[in-house]
């Protein structure tokens, strides 16, 4: 494990209020942008569902069903220490250097691709007492393209992103993605679509591809 760094952790207010401005930028309401708009059920990716028939418990709700928790500081605090404790621990590599193959899904150790990086950060903050309902499993595409993974959890808030990629937990509107579908909050084994109309995101022009290609970084 690498030695973890002194880092000044972004307060709650100032994350919030980002991701605000960030709405108003983009000429939409920041009120009705919080959570990700979403529309008909799809196909959870094939890594997924094999890693389902590896880890069932994983795959069923705990905790009590919720749509969005309440972002106390501490619980604040909490997801920003998991992202960026497994973000340092984990040594970023691809399923087909590591494993021989082209997906596959699980716990990482020493090394995983961002779909390992969402599973250990999702399953930490379930040991934690977070709800599974709020702690989703999310694909987007990134800024070239590219499939690309990251956890979405539901708060009163709004919706905010773990991202093996920063150490900053941001809005879901603040990320610079194009958001295709996640895990649903009723069933941790059905998926979803994310209706993301925006044009323009944090860092410029969403490009998005084939909206159920799996992530592969």
Known sequence: MKR????????LATTLLA?????SA???AAETNRFMPLTSPTEAPEGFV????RFPVDCRQSGAASRAVVLTNARWLELVE???????????TTDEAFY?????WTFPQT???CEDYVLLKRHELIEKGWPSSVLLITVVRDEHGEGHAVLSVGTD???LILDNRTNVVLPWINTPYHYVKRQGVGDPRGWVRVLDMRTTTAVGSIRPRDADTLPHD
């Open 50 to 53: 094999e890693f389902c028939t």
């Open 4 to 11: 973890p760094h002194r880092i000044a952790w972004p307060s």
């Open 157 to 159: 808030r709004g919706d």
């Open 82 to 92: 998991v992202n960026r404790r497994i973000n340092a621990m984990i040594e970023p």
């Open 26 to 28: 983009n000429g939409v």
């Open 19 to 23: 991701g605000a401005m960030v709405a």
């Open 100 to 104: 021989g193959r082209e997906e596959f």
């Open 111 to 113: 090394a995983g691709d």
